[in-house]
Nanobody
């Protein structure tokens, strides 16, 4: 059974930083591709960043240059380092694992498992 557990969310002032972690189990991690999405109240879940099994990374325009996604295969963990946070980054952040054979990393429907989410709140 695939499980994803996020952590690292919290309350931070604008301009601050947070690092989110997502520990995955139940699927060989070194060949898995994972992504971070976020969902604000009343809005749809939106793509933030993704990292493929070969370490190729993708970012939403809204976070490029401020967020960095990375992975540690030995620890079965994917990270999202978030710098220069803005109030509009406030959302629940979810980690997802891309379905086998899927490559459209920006699409929610391409992911077959999700974590429970971690709340990020950025105050102005």
């Amino acid at each position: 059974q695939v499980q994803l557990v996020e952590s690292g969310g919290g309350l931070v002032q604008a301009g601050g930083s947070l690092r989110l972690s997502c520990v995955a189990s139940g699927r060989p991690f070194n060949i898995a591709s994972l992504g971070w999405f976020r969902q604000a109240p009343g809005k749809e879940r939106e793509f933030v960043a993704a990292i493929l099994w070969n370490n190729m990374a993708f970012y939403a325009d809204s976070v490029r240059g401020r967020f960095t996604i990375s992975r540690h295969n030995v620890e079965n963990t994917v990270y999202l380092q978030m710098n220069s946070l803005k109030p509009e980054d406030t959302a629940v952040y979810y980690c997802g694992i891309l379905s086998s054979g899927r490559y459209t990393v920006t699409s929610v429907g391409e992911y077959d498992y999700w974590g429970q989410g971690t709340q990020v709140t950025v105050s102005s």
